[in-house]
């Protein structure tokens, strides 16, 4: 072998030996085409759609209930700030190889940190606790009640994340993704005009009734939560991922973005078609599922019973990870779904913890479900603009993303979609704390 070939293999051995405590693993950029693309698939595609989970299907279902098709045209600019965020916090992340919460941490200070993961804590605690109750409306349409369907779930999560590792992990969540596609099949059962939804699609429309606002406030305000920004970005960190693999990155984050905001939109159409002609209100995604049976058939309501049985399962296992996460790299602790409880008692200790209290409160008999999702809400809409913020200045910020900054165009479109985010954001919140002001 020669000397130079000999320096060549030493360096691309050190290079994969950097990139895993599991042992040398073969770098993604020097795979190709769809190989390429499936090695790197996940972060950016469990991320998208675990932010399609129990209050996020009722919301769509309202919409297209309550307003036909007139707000899908809503979901194409929803889609673009979404990726656009998204794939910021992954590129901080591949670049880095650090979280979210351990740089907010090092460049804004330990007090502002803790006040940002106590309000995570609080807001995902809350939020966990729907979607268990999300698991159990589900089980309950196929007469499973939830004393039983509950505490099996909480199991089968703990279970899968504090057993398994990173890659078996990430495996199955992509594969709940995949009970999304009833969603698609569903929407076809019910006849839709087609003609008309591509016509809302491309001919926005506004009304200012309360009741219209309102409804385009919580569309745009359940779409983009603050754990999808946090669970990418460790995501991409625990996985190995590095800037040589931006382009792959960047690909999965706008695959996973463009999927569930597809799936969305098939959501908004099924209950459109078949709920709004005849004024059928409904206030969850269980309801929807009921009402769609007499009039698009059982498999629609079978479908939609799945879906939102796979939507909770997932979001039960990202938002409790995503707090694991943020707090442990806030706080400087050990984390990882591949560590044990020995290497990582703090990460693994809250995940088990929110799973645990999620799955004893869902089961609550006459809960007040909807006080709690109100204050989740609340927290969740005062904590976007804050983490949003932050992104942009970390991303921007020559000393740790060097060459990998935004663009000055990129720049100019993420300001915007976070300004708008996270306005109504804050004005879903003033209609959360005075409903009089949006009568529904």
Same mark, same amino acid.
């Given at each position: 072998?020669?000397?130079?070939?000999?320096?060549?293999?030493?360096?691309?051995?050190?290079?994969?030996?950097?990139?895993?405590?599991?042992?040398?693993?073969?770098?993604?950029?020097?795979?190709? #085409?769809?190989?390429?693309?499936?090695?790197?698939?996940?972060?950016?595609?469990?991320?998208?759609?675990? #932010? *399609?989970?129990?209050?996020?299907?009722?919301?769509?279902?309202?919409?297209?209930?309550?307003?036909?098709?007139?707000?899908?045209?809503?979901?194409?600019?929803?889609?673009?700030?979404?990726?656009?965020?998204?794939?910021?916090?992954?590129?901080?992340?591949?670049?880095?190889?650090?979280?979210?919460?351990?740089?907010?941490?090092?460049?804004?200070?330990?007090?502002?940190?803790?006040?940002?993961?106590?309000?995570?804590?609080?807001?995902? #605690?809350?939020?966990?606790?729907?979607?268990?109750?999300?698991?159990?409306?589900?089980?309950?349409?196929? *007469?499973?009640?939830?004393?039983?369907?509950?505490?099996?779930?909480?199991?089968?999560?703990?279970?899968?994340?504090?057993?398994?590792?990173?890659?078996?992990?990430?495996?199955?969540?992509?594969?709940?993704?995949?009970?999304?596609?009833?969603?698609?099949?569903?929407?076809?059962?019910?006849?839709?005009?087609?003609?008309?939804?591509?016509?809302?699609?491309?001919?926005?429309?506004?009304?200012?009734?309360?009741?219209?606002?309102?409804?385009?406030?919580?569309?745009?305000?359940?779409?983009?939560?603050?754990? @999808?920004?946090?669970?990418?970005?460790?995501?991409?960190?625990?996985?190995?991922?590095?800037?040589?693999?931006?382009?792959?990155?960047?690909?999965?984050?706008?695959?996973?973005?463009?999927?569930?905001?597809?799936?969305?939109?098939?959501?908004?159409?099924?209950?459109?078609?078949?709920?709004?002609?005849?004024?059928?209100?409904?206030?969850?995604?269980?309801?929807?599922?009921?009402?769609?049976?007499?009039?698009? #058939?059982?498999?629609?309501? @079978?479908?939609?019973?799945?879906?939102?049985?796979?939507?909770?399962?997932?979001?039960?296992?990202?938002?409790?990870?995503?707090?694991?996460?943020?707090?442990?790299?806030?706080?400087?602790?050990?984390?990882?779904?591949?560590?044990?409880?020995?290497?990582?008692?703090?990460?693994?200790?809250?995940?088990?913890?929110?799973?645990?209290?999620?799955?004893?409160?869902?089961?609550?008999?006459?809960?007040?479900?909807?006080?709690?999702?109100?204050?989740?809400?609340?927290?969740?809409?005062?904590?976007?603009?804050?983490?949003?913020?932050?992104?942009?200045?970390?991303?921007?910020?020559?000393?740790? @993303?060097?060459?990998?900054?935004?663009?000055?165009?990129? *720049?100019?479109?993420?300001?915007?979609?976070?300004?708008?985010?996270?306005?109504?954001?804050?004005?879903?919140?003033?209609?959360?704390?005075?409903?009089?002001?949006?009568?529904?």
């Amino acid at each position: 072998m020669s000397e130079s070939g000999a320096v060549v293999r030493g360096a691309r051995t050190r290079r994969l030996l950097r990139r895993g405590a599991s042992g040398v693993r073969r770098t993604f950029r020097e795979r190709r #085409g769809l190989i390429a693309y499936l090695a790197i698939l996940g972060p950016g595609m469990v991320a998208a759609n675990a #932010g *399609n989970d129990a209050g996020g299907i009722a919301t769509y279902a309202t919409v297209g209930a309550d307003h036909g098709y007139t707000l899908l045209w809503v979901l194409i600019p929803i889609t673009i700030s979404l990726g656009i965020i998204q794939e910021m916090c992954a590129r901080m992340g591949a670049v880095t190889g650090k979280g979210l919460a351990d740089l907010i941490r090092e460049r804004f200070g330990v007090r502002w940190t803790a006040l940002v993961m106590l309000a995570l804590l609080i807001a995902n #605690g809350g939020v966990t606790v729907s979607e268990f109750v999300g698991i159990a409306a589900a089980t309950e349409l196929f *007469n499973v009640p939830r004393f039983v369907s509950v505490p099996l779930a909480a199991g089968l999560v703990w279970w899968l994340v504090v057993k398994g590792s990173y890659k078996r992990v990430e495996r199955i969540f992509l594969i709940m993704s995949l009970v999304f596609l009833g969603y698609i099949v569903s929407a076809f059962l019910a006849r839709p005009a087609w003609g008309e939804v591509a016509r809302e699609i491309v001919r926005p429309s506004f009304s200012f009734h309360p009741a219209y606002i309102f409804t385009f406030v919580a569309l745009v305000g359940t779409t983009i939560s603050p754990y @999808m920004q946090v669970y990418v970005q460790s995501s991409i960190v625990e996985k190995g991922m590095t800037a040589d693999d931006y382009k792959l990155v960047r690909a999965d984050v706008w695959a996973g973005t463009i999927f569930a905001i597809l799936i969305a939109f098939f959501i908004v159409i099924s209950t459109a078609a078949a709920l709004n002609p005849l004024g059928i209100r409904i206030e969850t995604a269980a309801e929807a599922a009921r009402a769609l049976e007499p009039l698009a #058939g059982p498999y629609a309501r @079978m479908l939609f019973a799945i879906g939102l049985f796979g939507a909770s399962m997932l979001a039960a296992g990202v938002l409790p990870l995503a707090t694991a996460y943020s707090i442990s790299e806030a706080l400087g602790f050990e984390k990882g779904v591949s560590r044990s409880f020995r290497e990582a008692p703090i990460f693994l200790g809250i995940f088990t913890f929110l799973v645990a209290t999620g799955a004893l409160v869902a089961m609550i008999p006459g809960l007040p479900l909807i006080r709690v999702l109100l204050v989740t809400q609340v927290i969740n809409g005062l904590l976007l603009p804050v983490i949003l913020i932050a992104v942009l200045r970390l991303v921007n910020n020559k000393e740790l @993303m060097g060459e990998h900054r935004n663009s000055r165009f990129l *720049n100019t479109v993420a300001w915007l979609a976070t300004v708008i985010v996270s306005a109504l954001s804050l004005l879903l919140i003033t209609a959360t704390i005075f409903p009089n002001l949006f009568p529904q």
